[in-house]
Each structure stands twice: as structure tokens, then as C-alpha cells.
């Protein structure tokens, strides 16, 4: 008896699996015409990376809700409840949640800007994939500010990131930190995948943290059921489960780890994801 293959599972790309997330080319704009698209609406978006320019639709299941800054471990205020499972859960990944915009169309780096992650950009060193993932973030209005712990508290020093949110003063920048961990392709046909967690006190000791893994529910715990207290050193493996390679007996659960790439600001306004 031949085991069943298992379709990976994804925190930030999309899966091939997901029939929900596909992009049409071209788009359609407005109202979907018929029962063939799943989504009641998509939005035209144009790529000018990887060439050719082009338009393509992306699936939108309810309009963008964009958060506002508030203190604390937030879901179901978040975003007007839209990560919570009541309402569009399945629709917003990591990078939504970490952007604290419920896009509702499982966002990806750098599509609102016109670049497209591909297959190539996922191959290679978590250096290599952690710049370019990272890069297209920036795209979207995100700001790199380092790779380590100390990198983000000089980034706070410099912009008076200790002052609470709602009670900003002038030099002060509003906004809040993200974390971004990179799976760059590997065995398996393991197609490579990003992670990102946020930060819940930015204006504080940053030590207090939380994410959303693909299109699971919001959690302050990393992939062990830890609290995140630090994402450079937290639990980020994945077990993918049995993965058939046409020998069920040799077949062993494969592991998929995220490894920690660097930190990001996100500034409480001029981000645009889809």
C-alpha cells in the first residue's frame, strides 16, 4: 500500500495546494463573474518583477482593514477581529499579521509594489533568501533595521521608541517591530517559505511577542508552545509529517526549520501589502 502524499504546509507563501490564493492573469477587477472564482472580488495589480510587466487579479475576501497601534497582546482587536476565525483567519498569513494589515488576501513581500516572490528567490542561503524577502518588504514601506537584538534597541534609542502609542511626541516614529525568519528551499522538494512574528511592546523591552502561522490562529507562543520572548532564539521547526518519495518504509516525518533572518520596522502608516 502506497502512504499519501501530504501537502507541506505553508506560514507565508502560498501553497500550490490552495486554490483560494491563486492570482488570475489576467485580472479581473470588480465582481467575479461566475462560480469559477472562489473569491467575491479581486484586485488588479500590476508586476513589473520577474519581467514581463503585467497585470494579474489577486483574490480579496473582504475589504483591507488596516490596524491601529494599541498596547499589548491584541487578536481579537486586532484589525477589527478580521485574523480571528469568526471572520477572514484563512485569508490573512504571518506577513499580515505582522503588518497588523488584514489585507484578506494572504499578502506576499513586495506584490503591492509590483514584485513577485518566485521560486528562484527561495533557493538559496537564509542570507541570501532572508535579503530578498526582506527587500521586498522595504518595497511595501517596511524599514530594515538589523540583525540583531542590539540593532533594534539602537533603531528605538534613535526614534524615541520608548514613548507609548497614542502619546507620541515630535521625533518620535509610531509603529512596531517585526521579526523575519526564513525555510529557503531544501530536500523533499521543499520549495522554501518565510515566517514573521510581531512585536507586542515595541515601545518597551521588546520581549513580548506573538505570530500568526499561515492561516492558523494568533498566538503569543512559538512553534514549541513557548512564550516569544526573543524570535532570534525561539522555535521555528515545523514537522511537515510523512512526505512520500515513492518509498513509504524509508519514509520518516520531515522537519522544516525557520531560521531567524532579521528585524523590521513597521511604520503605523505608508505600508501597503496585498
Known amino acids: 500500500m502506497n502512504a499519501p502524499v501530504r ?4 506560514s507565508g507563501q502560498i501553497g500550490p495546494h490552495d486554490a483560494f490564493h491563486q492570482t488570475t492573469a489576467p485580472a479581473l477587477g470588480g465582481a467575479a463573474p461566475d462560480e469559477h472564482y472562489l473569491a467575491p472580488t479581486t484586485v488588479p495589480v500590476t508586476i513589473t518583477s520577474p519581467p514581463p510587466t503585467r497585470v494579474i487579479g489577486v483574490p480579496q475576501y473582504s475589504s483591507t482593514v488596516v490596524g491601529i497601534a ?12 478580521n485574523f480571528m476565525s469568526a471572520k477572514f483567519q484563512p485569508n490573512n498569513n504571518c506577513y499580515a499579521y505582522g503588518c497588523n494589515i488584514a489585507s484578506n488576501t494572504f499578502p506576499q513581500p513586495g506584490r503591492a509594489s509590483g514584485f513577485l516572490l518566485t521560486a528562484a528567490d527561495m533557493t538559496g542561503t537564509v542570507a541570501s ?12 514601506g517596511l524599514q530594515f533595521v538589523g540583525t540583531t537584538k542590539a540593532d533594534l534597541m539602537a533603531f ?31 530536500d523533499a522538494n521543499w520549495p522554501g517559505d518565510y515566517h514573521w512574528a510581531r512585536c507586542d511592546n515595541s515601545w518597551g523591552a521588546c520581549d513580548s ?24 532564539t525561539a522555535n521555528w521547526t515545523v514537522n511537515q509529517g510523512p512526505v512520500s518519495l515513492g518509498n513509504p518504509s524509508a519514509g520518516s516525518d520531515q522537519l522544516v526549520t525557520y531560521a531567524f533572518y532579521g528585524y523590521l520596522f513597521v511604520p503605523s502608516s505608508g505600508v501597503n501589502i496585498i
Open 156 to 186: 528605538k534609542s534613535v526614534h524615541q521608541g520608548t514613548t507609548p502609542p497614542g502619546l507620541l511626541g515630535a521625533g518620535n516614529l509610531a509603529g512596531h517591530f517585526v521579526a523575519l525568519m526564513i525555510s529557503p528551499a531544501g
Open 209 to 232: 511577542w506573538s505570530q500568526k502561522d499561515g492561516n492558523d490562529q494568533v498566538t503569543n507562543f512559538d512553534f514549541a508552545g513557548k512564550p516569544i520572548t526573543d524570535p532570534s
Open 7 to 10: 501537502s507541506f504546509k505553508f
Open 70 to 81: 494599541a498596547a499589548g497582546y491584541n487578536p481579537g482587536g486586532d484589525c477589527h477581529g
Open 129 to 140: 533568501v532572508g535579503a530578498t524577502v526582506s527587500g521586498y518588504a522595504v518595497k511595501d
